[in-house]
């Protein structure tokens, strides 16, 4: 099976567990707040992830220090945010992260907008 396929399904799964979570809560919590309610919809989905996963960042093949992500599901990086809009700082920071990282796709939600924001990222030096 071709794994990009594979990559797209699994980020239409996650959204639409993130979706879930901000028709239950709407806007105005903290990020945790979140977090919290998206690990529920991920447990109930039977989905298998790590919450706040450490992540090594390299520089010339040299561990430079390490940075949580807020899921790691089946190799996909999930970062949350919960502001009122998203910038293009936030998603050169997670490029960043898919990059250092080393994964080729990610996706990027932000819970603090009225509708529900969402990015899917490739990283395409992979």
């Known amino acids: 099976m ?13 959204i639409g567990c993130a979706m879930r979570v ?4 709407g806007c105005g919590f903290q990020e ?6 998206l690990e529920i919809e991920l ?10 996963f450490e992540m090594p960042i390299r520089y010339k093949g040299q ?14 990086s999930v970062e949350l945010k919960a502001l009122t809009q998203l910038e293009d700082v936030h998603l050169a920071q997670a490029m960043n992260y898919l990059e250092a990282y ?11 907008a009225k509708k529900l924001q969402f990015h899917r990222l490739t990283n395409t030096h992979i």
């Open 2 to 14: 071709d794994k990009h396929f594979d990559d797209k399904k699994l980020t239409y799964d996650i």
């Open 22 to 25: 901000h028709t239950e809560l």
């Open 32 to 37: 945790v707040i979140y977090q919290r309610a």
């Open 43 to 52: 447990q109930e989905a039977g989905m298998e992830y790590r919450r706040e």
């Open 63 to 76: 561990f430079i220090g390490g940075r949580r992500v807020d899921f790691l599901i089946s190799g996909i």
């Open 102 to 112: 080393e994964l080729k796709t990610g996706l990027l939600i932000n819970f603090g």
